[in-house]
């Protein structure tokens, strides 16, 4: 069983950096894609940015490119989303997740993804 844990979000005025990151348990880490969701009030989960399981390639939504950078350290279990110039649409909470591939290409949607944690709420001020 694989324990995703996330932590860093809060508020933050429009403008502003927030960095989030995701501690995984488990001896596999790196053979999986990670990626981070986001969900708004009354709005679908959607996909912000993946992560190959050997960090050669990364993919971005449209709305986060440029802004935000996803990184991870095989070494210590551990994923990082670096959030610059958030915008008031930013406010979600956002999701870490493991993917079922290692691929980015394979990654880009939520039914990719068999584990999640539990979410941190991110919440960016106008």
């Known amino acids: 069983q694989v324990q995703l844990v996330e932590s860093g979000g809060g508020l933050v005025q429009a403008g502003g950096s927030l960095r989030l990151s995701c501690a995984a348990s488990?001896?596999?880490?790196?053979?999986?894609?990670m990626g981070w969701f986001r969900q708004a009030p009354g709005k679908e989960r959607d996909f912000v940015a993946a992560?190959?399981?050997?960090?050669?390639?990364?993919y971005y939504a449209d709305s986060v490119k440029g802004r935000f950078t996803i990184s991870r350290d095989n070494a210590k279990n551990t994923v990082t989303l670096q959030m610059n110039s958030l915008k008031p649409e930013d406010t979600a909470v956002y999701y870490c997740?493991?993917?079922?591939?290692?691929?980015?290409?394979?990654?880009?949607?939520?039914?990719?993804?068999?584990?999640w944690g539990q979410g941190t709420q991110v919440t960016v001020s106008s």
């Open positions: 997740a493991r993917s079922r591939f290692m691929a980015v290409i394979n990654s880009r949607t939520a039914t990719a993804y068999d584990y």
């Open positions: 488990g001896r596999t880490f790196s053979s999986y894609a």
């Open positions: 992560i190959s399981g050997s960090a050669g390639s990364t």
